[in-house]
Every structure is written in C-alpha cells, then in structure tokens.
C-alpha cells in the first residue's frame, strides 16, 4: 500500500510515463507468447490433413479425366492463304 501512496503522490507526468511503460511490457510480453504459439501450431500443421479436407487429391484425378485440347495442325500453304484472306478483310 505504501508503493500505491507514493505512486499517486508523483507528478502527473511521472506517472503517465509509469503507466505508458507498463502497457509497453505487458504488451511485449503479450506478443512474445503469442509468436511462440503461432509457431508451435505452424510447426505442427500438417499439410496432408489439410489436402484431405480440402479434397484436392480428387480434384487433380477430375482434372487429368478430362480431354485434352488438341490443336490442329496447318501447313504453310493454308496459313499463307488464312493470312492473304486476313489482309483482304483488313484492307476492305
């Protein structure tokens, strides 16, 4: 009781230092526990879990059943004329 008398018997100013400074530490101390939980939980996240949640293994399978685009194969002698019709077009 005697620190809380001579605590509210200092200057005004004293005493927003005083109390600026102890939000300051709880605060740091604060951040530090959380760091240190966020990384435990990241180290032990696991990935597979997440995938098997997130049913990307069957997505994948979907993507590969589909067919696939294939493009036509063009000779020299059409794309001349594709491209002689293109300018025709352009010109008009």
């Given at each position: 009781m005697n620190f809380l008398r001579k605590l509210q018997n200092l200057?005004?100013?004293?005493?927003?230092?005083?109390?600026?400074?102890?939000?300051?530490?709880?605060?740091?101390?604060l951040l530090f526990l959380w760091t240190q939980i966020t990384q435990m939980r990241l180290?032990?996240?696991?990935?597979?879990k997440l995938k098997e949640e997130l049913k990307i293994p069957q997505f994948e399978e979907e993507l590969q059943g589909l067919q696939k685009?294939?493009?036509?194969?063009i000779s020299e002698e059409e794309l001349?004329?594709?491209e002689e019709a293109l300018k025709e077009v352009q010109t008009k």
């Amino acid at each position: 009781m005697n620190f809380l008398r001579k605590l509210q018997n200092l200057p005004e100013l004293k005493r927003k230092i005083i109390f600026w400074l102890v939000i300051i530490f709880i605060s740091l101390g604060l951040l530090f526990l959380w760091t240190q939980i966020t990384q435990m939980r990241l180290k032990s996240f696991k990935i597979e879990k997440l995938k098997e949640e997130l049913k990307i293994p069957q997505f994948e399978e979907e993507l590969q059943g589909l067919q696939k685009f294939e493009t036509p194969e063009i000779s020299e002698e059409e794309l001349k004329e594709l491209e002689e019709a293109l300018k025709e077009v352009q010109t008009k």
